[in-house]
Nanobody
Framework: EVQLVESGGGLVQAGGSLRLSCAASGFISDDYPIGWFRQAPGKGREGVAC????????YYADSVKGRFTISSDNAKNTVYLQMNSLKPEDTAIYYC??????????????????WGQGTQVTVSS
């Protein structure tokens, strides 16, 4: 059974940092691109950062470039999202998904992909 479990969310002041983890089981994360997505109240889901471990391709949304870094630890079958210089507009539930599509201008996941349960990130001003 494919399973993704996010952790690392929390409450942080603007300018602070958090590191989210997405632990995969039931498949090898190196075989499938994995992405981080977020959804704020009243807004649609946004692709934040994605990584293909096999060829090291990455994607970042313009809103997080230079502040967020996605990485993978294949030994731990885990993908991380290091978030620095957090802003109140980064407040959202963050989800990871497997087998995403990484394009030059976007990272896309479908409802049929495997998703985690989400972790809340709240940035106070």
């Amino acid at each position: 059974e494919v399973q993704l479990v996010e952790s690392g969310g929390g409450l942080v002041q603007a300018g602070g940092s958090l590191r989210l983890s997405c632990a995969a089981s039931g498949f090898i994360s190196d075989d499938y691109p994995i992405g981080w997505f977020r959804q704020a109240p009243g807004k649609g889901r946004e692709g934040v950062a994605c990584i293909s471990s096999s060829d090291r391709r990455t994607y970042y949304a313009d809103s997080v470039k230079g502040r967020f870094t996605i990485s993978s630890d294949n030994a731990k079958n885990t993908v991380y999202l290091q978030m620095n210089s957090l802003k109140p507009e980064d407040t959202a539930i963050y989800y990871c998904a497997a087998d995403v599509l990484i394009m030059t201008t976007a990272c896309v996941a479908s409802e049929d992909d495997s998703w985690g349960q989400g972790t809340q990130v709240t940035v106070s001003s």
